[in-house]
């Protein structure tokens, strides 16, 4: 799309998200605050589909924060209805819903610089970049972890064991014992990969000299 | 703004205690507070070198060991699966954790902040009691009552009486008693009790009740011109009082009133007659209920003639049991009502059998109750154990005075039944010759069995020794109890092989995942509460009140209170081991009434967390009180 602002026409709240990045990130795992994301969206085309609602999840302290979760509803102007079955997100129901715009504002607010976690982050981040694109903003400046690499890195490794390219947030939640019960909300399935990453990190952290660098690099 | 996962978070937590006390709201309030920790198994969650953190934790997922160090090994002192909270006792009482916890499966913890859950607990009494039992049950003396008052300042253990069962609830007594002076002269006494228009004063000496006037003393001592208006009042009260403590409910009050066919209970400090006069209770003033009570079944008891009618009595005992229990009403005060019951009823039936007999008894004699009616543990329809003792006579007559015994007990035998105490499979009824004997033929045998002990001698004498009086000659029982303390004052060799049987049943200390249960039978996959709760605890208080020479004292609670009062350095045990009788018992009843049968048996699934919790406290005890009995009583060598 079109970008008619230039660098010094950034709304507000995109300038007042780059300020966080003159911080630098803490140096080590259990300092930094991890912000889990799940987002549930009218279909896979970053182009054509949106966003319908984000969740996100603090992690501080390698803890889950339940009080200072996310979840927003964004207002369709475009619906597609067979995703219907798969989020259950209906158009019109009955939850307060905001504006794409708001809802990328207060994302931006709430993720700051921490490093962003979800499962096949690459989606997730690109439908949000997507909609930042649209009113001509840049890509999210954060660091990214995907706990499908992380999970994968936790795997033997070995020529002679079929290693799956991916893995899907119910294998490995069912792996882990985890309860799957608000499967497909964005906030729960966010719930569900911060589980996921605690269990994960854990693993990867009783290797020995594993750190935050390894962590962003897997 | 919608919160999915504090919803899921607070779905999790209404099922489990005590956040199931709470409303939706509540938990969900909670829930958005939390956070969320991810365990390794074997990770460590806190010791005693942790600062007290401002939370407790409530298992997700997984599971949690607790545990201590005694003499540099680790020793496990309890387990928590999923639902369970802890961590909360060290956050009351203000203290450092004592123990160590670490996860013992991959875990989940909900970490609870304290400042957000207290205010909820503290203005939510059923809350607060669940946290006194779950605290306790992390001591090492649980249901010790000093751990209560470190954890609420202002929490009781009360618990709340509906109005149905008000006859359960403290007698209202009057506070404002008049009295008078023993040496004040009858027309004065009258003058004041005119006066005052009441229809009864009090004689007291230094504060003590010593004497009660009644209208009807008058009537009976003064007006008849037995005595002169100007006698005083001690030659025409009617003495002594009958003295009880104002926690007396007014079921207790009726009944006694109506024992001692009095009117008047006076309340004092202490309950007897040599404390302050604080109160009287005035049969007047009680109201007296329609329905299932205690006093209607007891007054139907004592008029019937009928012993099909006794059984529809006993029916709507039972009914009245069930509210009891499912009014959480205190054991101590179920188990005395109904054993006054039972007792009425056994006596009634006894007292009919005796009319039906051709001739009176040739000689005094006593019917003993053994077993659980013995101890006054009675509640269900359990078999009947009971015995009879008569005084000695000349051997050439014994056999005709057996028989009239015999024929005696073989009636009583057979109302017992049809009423619903059922007949002993093992036969230790009166009916049975071998237990229809003189006083020195029970001598003989108590010695016999303590002098010459085998296994079977010693379940028999687990039976025999908690015998108590239901009718009779009490002189003739209390001289075998004195034999019985004589014959096992220094028979170390009895006592330990009592002892080491109060062992044979250990208890499920370990029960959390592996819980015992019966390996075959109809009963498999059954726990058997007879044989690892109830009785390794009531052998162990028989053993216990033997060694320490407890007389007349056959109800377990009681004699571990006892106990706990003359051995005050174990008065902590000995208190948890009274409060774990009355729980399994309770336990057993509830069970029993809900599968309408003995509560024998219990099936593991129907089980909730609570009382899964519950039950692990009362096993604790038991193996704290089996730890001192194997070393008090030498143990090892039987």
């Not at chain 2, 015999?406 to 057979?414: R, S, T, Y």
């Not at chain 2, 016999?448 to 025999?464: M, P």
Request: proline share 4%; charged share 25%.
């Amino acid at each position: 799309m079109s970008s008619w602002f230039s660098k010094n026409t950034y709304p507000k709240y995109w300038l007042d998200y780059l300020e966080n990045f003159k911080n630098p990130l803490p140096k080590t795992i259990r300092e930094n605050r991890f912000v889990v994301i799940d987002t549930e969206t009218t279909g896979f085309h970053l182009d054509l589909d949106r966003i319908l609602s984000i969740g996100a999840v603090i992690i501080e302290d390698l803890e889950i924060k339940v009080s200072e979760g996310m979840e927003v509803y964004v207002k369709q102007d475009k619906f597609n209805p067979e995703t219907v079955e798969i989020h259950g997100l209906l158009r019109n129901e009955k939850v307060k819903t905001i504006t794409e715009e708001e809802s990328l504002k207060l994302f931006l607010d709430f993720i700051g610089n921490s490093i962003i976690v979800a499962h096949h982050a690459q989606f997730d981040i690109g439908m949000i970049n997507s909609a930042l694109n649209r009113r001509g903003l840049p890509n999210l400046k954060n660091k990214l972890i995907d706990t499908v690499d992380m999970y994968r890195a936790t795997q033997i490794k070995s020529n002679l064991i079929y290693k799956r390219k991916t893995y899907k947030l119910d294998d490995i939640a069912y792996d882990y014992g985890i309860d799957l019960s608000d499967r497909h909300t964005a906030a729960g399935d966010a719930f569900i990969t911060a589980l996921i990453f605690l269990r994960t990190v854990n693993k990867l952290m009783a290797k020995p000299k594993f750190n935050l660098k390894k962590l962003l690099k897997l | 703004m919608k919160n999915t996962i504090a919803q899921r978070i607070a779905d999790f937590l209404k099922d489990f205690p005590p956040f199931d006390r709470l409303t939706p709201t509540q938990n969900l309030f909670i829930a958005q507070n939390i956070t969320v920790k991810y365990l390794d198994k074997n990770s460590f969650i806190f010791d005693a070198k942790t600062p007290l953190q401002p939370h407790f934790y409530v298992i997700n997922k997984g599971a949690v060991l607790l545990q201590t160090e005694i003499n540099g090994v680790d020793k496990q002192l309890n387990k928590y699966d999923e639902g369970d909270i802890f961590g909360l006792r060290a956050i009351f009482a203000k203290e450092s954790y004592s123990m160590t916890a670490i996860a013992e499966e991959d875990t989940i913890l909900y970490c609870i902040p304290i400042e957000i859950f207290r205010p909820l607990a503290e203005n939510n009494r059923a809350v607060g009691q669940f946290l006194i039992e779950s605290f306790a049950s992390n001591t090492e003396f649980p249901f010790s009552t000093t751990q209560q008052e470190t954890l609420f300042g202002n929490a009781t253990g009360q618990i709340e009486m509906s109005e149905e069962l008000f006859e359960l609830q403290p007698t209202d007594y009057i506070k404002k008693v008049v009295t008078a002076s023993p040496d004040m002269e009858i027309r004065k006494v009258a003058e004041k009790m005119t006066e005052k228009n009441i229809g009864s004063i009090v004689i007291t000496e230094k504060g003590l009740p010593i004497g009660i006037i009644t209208d009807k003393d008058l009537r009976n001592n003064v007006a008849t011109g037995k005595f002169g208006i100007d006698a005083p009042a001690k030659d025409v009260m009617s003495s002594p009082v009958l003295c009880y403590t104002k926690s007396i409910s007014i079921a207790q009050a009726q009944l006694s009133m109506m024992k001692h066919q009095v009117g008047h209970l006076c309340i004092t400090e202490d309950g007897t007659p040599n404390t302050k006069l604080i109160g009287i209770v005035a049969q007047n003033d009680i109201i007296v209920k329609k329905g299932s009570n205690p006093t209607i079944l007891m007054k139907a008891i004592s008029r019937t003639n009928s012993t099909k009618e006794l059984r529809r009595i006993r029916k709507k005992t039972m009914l009245l049991l069930k509210g009891y229990i499912n009014q959480n009403i205190p054991m101590t005060l179920i188990m005395r009502i109904m054993f006054e019951l039972n007792d009425a009823t056994i006596k009634h039936v006894i007292k009919r059998c005796l009319k039906k007999m051709d001739s009176p008894p040739p000689v005094p004699f006593a019917w003993m109750s053994l077993g659980s009616q013995g101890r006054k543990e009675q509640l269900l329809h359990t078999d009947q154990d009971n015995a009879i003792i008569f005084q000695n006579v000349p051997d050439e007559t014994i056999d005709e005075v057996r028989s009239y015994f015999l024929k005696l007990a073989k009636k009583v035998n057979k109302r017992l039944d049809i009423i619903g105490f059922d007949f002993c499979p093992g036969d230790m009824m009166a009916k049975n010759p071998n237990w229809c004997l003189s006083l020195d033929e029970w001598k003989h045998q108590f010695t016999k069995w303590t002098t010459d002990t085998g296994n079977d001698e010693i379940l028999l004498c687990s039976i025999f020794f908690d015998f108590d009086i239901t009718y009779g000659d009490a002189t003739l029982t209390s001289k075998l109890a004195d034999h019985i303390f004589e014959i096992t004052r220094n028979n170390q060799i009895f006592l330990s092989k009592l002892a080491a049987s109060a062992l044979r049943s250990p208890s499920p200390f370990g029960f959390f995942r592996q819980f015992l249960v019966e390996q075959d039978g109809e009963y498999k996959d059954h726990f058997d509460l007879k044989k690892r709760g109830l009785m390794p605890i009531t052998d162990a208080g028989r053993v216990l009140a033997i060694s320490y020479r407890l007389k007349n004292i056959n109800n377990t609670a009681e004699r571990f209170e006892e106990l706990a009062r003359i051995v005050p350095e174990n008065e902590e045990l000995f208190l948890s081991c009274s409060y774990t009788s009355k729980a399994l018992l309770k336990f057993r009843t509830k069970h029993g009434l809900i599968n309408n049968d003995s509560g024998r048996f219990i099936e593991l699934e129907t089980l909730t967390k609570e009382e899964k919790m519950k039950l692990k406290r009362c096993f604790k005890t038991i193996g704290n009180v089996q730890e001192l009995i194997k070393v008090k009583f030498n143990v090892q060598n039987f």
